[in-house]
Nanobody, 126 residues
Framework: QVRLLESGGGYVQPGGSLRLSCAVS????????IGWYRQAPGEQRELVAV???????SYADSVKGRFVISREDAKNTAYLEMNSLNPENTAVYYC????????????????????WGKGTRVTVST
């Protein structure tokens, strides 16, 4: 079973920085894409940043120039470096991945298009 585990959230003052991590564990064969989404109180979940297997990244307009997504394939881990944070960035941040994994019951590889972590909370406040 594949698991996505986020970490690095917490409290930060406006203008501060945080680095989120998403560790993907389990019978992973290949991570095709990984990304970060967030959900603020009373709002829908929205895309923050995504990165494909070949390193192509894209960002929500509101975070361009401030947030940077990266991945370390040897560790099956993705990161989100968040700078110049403001209160509007307060949300639960979720890791999302699509990947090939080994299904031990079927004894074959299967493509998982949509898998999520449980989230890590980021609060930007004075």
């Amino acid at each position: 079973q594949v698991r996505l585990l986020e970490s690095g959230g917490g409290y930060v003052q406006p203008g501060g920085s945080l680095r989120l991590s998403c560790a993907v564990s389990g019978s992973i064969f290949s991570i095709e894409g990984i990304g970060w989404y967030r959900q603020a109180p009373g709002e829908q979940r929205e895309l923050v940043a995504v990165m494909t297997k070949n390193g192509h990244s894209s960002y929500a307009d509101s975070v361009k120039g401030r947030f940077v997504i990266s991945r370390e394939d040897a560790k099956n881990t993705a990161y989100l470096e968040m700078n110049s944070l403001n209160p509007e960035n307060t949300a639960v941040y979720y890791c999302h991945a699509r990947f090939w994994a080994f299904n031990k019951y079927k004894q074959s590889l299967e493509y998982v298009e949509d898998d999520w972590g449980k989230g890590t909370r980021v609060t930007v406040s004075t």
